[in-house]
T-cell receptor, first 110, second 115 residues
Framework: QQPVQSPQAVILREGEDAVINCSSS?????VHWYRQKHGEAPVFLMI?????EQKGHEKISASFNEIKQQSSLYLTASQLSYSGTYFC???????????FGQGTRLTINP | NAGVMQNPRHLVRRRGQEARLRCSPM?????VYWYRQLPEEGLKFMVY????????ESGMPKERFSAEFPKEGPSILRIQQVVRGDSAAYFC?????????????FGEGSWLTVV
């Protein structure tokens, strides 16, 4: 089942912060975050694993609440290059595939 | 170190023709995923394969669509008798091996237009 992302869209000024949430109704093993710019491939940002291991990006952080089956992506001091659509992908305990949320469109204005 | 390679990048087919999309995974990757993305929508899972084996095809339409990942050569997503609704971007992704929590990397996508 598809994870649910919120908000669906965010508009910020350069330098502001943003939080994107991802929740699932299933027990999760891992959460993966990607950013996609229009007409391009999704680019890997971050993976969070059950048990606390985290691999990711320098200026973007994330959390994974294994009890609530939720993850949040934190973008601080946003830059123009952060614009794009952010997708969370979840890997549930019972399945080996990565299923993506509907995406959150982030627009950064100067 | 080449990434995930997809071809063709753009493909135009008339209704009723066949479309074949190819994907070569990253070096050292033995698992391939196919996703479909309609304009302004999310990434919809289609199929997950390893060499000579389909692991999960729960997202594949029951008819006209098939996928394979042979022992030698690229993974192929085949769409027979295409219809206008098949127009979309098809992304392939690959990962190292069957271990949970592996990062998957996406190719540049193949944009199919059915006219």
């Amino acid at each position: 089942q598809q994870p649910v992302q919120s908000p669906q869209a965010v508009i910020l000024r350069e330098g502001e912060d943003a939080v994107i949430n991802c929740s699932s109704s299933k027990a999760l093993y891992s959460v993966h975050w990607y950013r996609q710019k229009h007409g391009e491939a999704p680019v890997f940002l971050m993976i969070l694993l059950k048990g606390g291991e985290q691999k990711g990006h320098e200026k973007i952080s994330a959390s994974f609440n294994e009890i609530k089956q939720q993850s949040s992506l934190y973008l601080t001091a946003s830059q123009l290059s952060y614009s794009g659509t952010y997708f969370c992908g979840t890997e549930s305990q019972g399945a080996q595939k990565l299923v993506f949320g509907q995406g959150t469109r982030l627009t950064i204005n100067p | 170190n080449a990434g995930v390679m997809q071809n063709p990048r753009h493909l135009v087919r008339r209704r009723g023709q066949e479309a074949r999309l190819r994907c070569s995974p990253m070096k050292g990757h033995s698992h391939v995923y196919w996703y479909r993305q309609l304009p302004e929508e999310g990434l919809k899972f289609m199929v997950y394969l390893q060499k000579e084996n389909i692991i999960d095809e729960s997202g594949m339409p029951k008819e006209r669509f098939s996928a394979e990942f042979p022992k030698e050569g690229p993974s192929i997503l085949r769409i027979q008798q295409v219809v206008r609704g098949d127009s979309a971007a098809y992304f392939c992704a690959s990962s190292r091996k069957d271990r949970r929590g592996n990062t998957i990397y996406f190719g540049e996508g193949s944009w199919l237009t059915v006219v």
